[in-house]
């Protein structure tokens, strides 16, 4: 398994500001994800954090407003812009291991509330 | 957007009872794979069942897997108050991108 901790567990942010989420594992993966979950509702892929490039984006997301970082194999950003009250959500990590290719790992969140 | 359905949304038991909980899925699949989250936090990893296996059991969860139905069940037997939480299904949609599609999710509350 993998130790997988998210920076910061949560936060109370003003509407129009933006929040960078990050997410650090302690072995090394080879894909990495971030979810989305809103309030009461189920898990929703943002994206896949690539390393050294772009990420690649689910439908309904744009890097202009979820852009994300992966500068090495064991970490990643992600950013919430110009939040919204409607951004208020749990914003997971997870992670493929290494040889491990079926089962996700999960961050134990961050919980957003935006005013 | 979310592929997997499950029922009940919400579940209710008594301690020692048995909790069932299913999940119907719309496309074809590598793997599926149960979750467990307590009170918002991170997902537990549960269990995982491949396309070509049909039941799979791991202490006291038994999972059953039908691909011609597009189904998935979860039993816990002898529930306990701590497996209060929330239970979502997962799947591998088996294109490479090992990207998971969840559930809407099952709240089972076990009260002692």
């Known amino acids: 398994s993998a130790v997988i901790s998210q920076k910061p567990s949560r936060d109370i942010c003003q509407r129009g500001t933006s929040l960078t989420i990050q997410c650090q594992v302690d072995?090394?993966?080879?894909?990495m994800f971030w979810y989305r979950q809103q309030p009461g509702q189920s898990l929703t892929l943002i994206a896949t954090?690539?390393?050294?490039?772009?990420?690649?984006?689910e439908s309904g997301f744009v890097i202009d407003k979820f852009p994300i970082s992966r500068p090495n194999l064991t970490f990643s950003t992600l950013t919430v812009s110009n939040m919204s009250p409607e951004d208020s959500s749990i914003y997971l990590c997870?992670?493929?291991?290494?040889?491990?290719?079926?089962?996700?790992?999960f961050g134990p969140g961050t919980r957003l509330t935006v005013l | 957007s979310q592929q997997g359905e499950e029922d009940p949304q919400a579940l209710s038991i008594q301690e020692g009872e048995n909790a069932t909980m299913n999940c119907s899925y719309k496309t074809s699949i590598n793997n599926l794979q149960w979750y467990r989250q307590n009170s918002g936090r991170g997902l537990v990893h549960l269990i995982l069942i491949r396309s070509n296996e049909r039941e799979k059991h791991s202490g006291r969860l038994r999972v059953t897997l039908d691909t011609s139905k597009k189904s998935s069940s979860l039993l816990i037997t002898a529930s306990r108050a701590a497996d209060t939480a929330s239970y979502f299904c997962?799947?591998?949609?088996?294109?490479?991108?090992?990207?998971?599609?969840f559930g809407s999710g099952t709240r089972l509350l076990v009260r002692p």
């Open positions: 997870s992670v493929l291991l290494a040889g491990i290719y079926n089962e996700q790992f």
């Open positions: 997962a799947t591998d949609p088996g294109d490479s991108s090992y990207k998971l599609i």
């Open positions: 954090a690539n390393q050294g490039s772009e990420a690649t984006y």
């Open positions: 072995s090394q993966v080879t894909m």
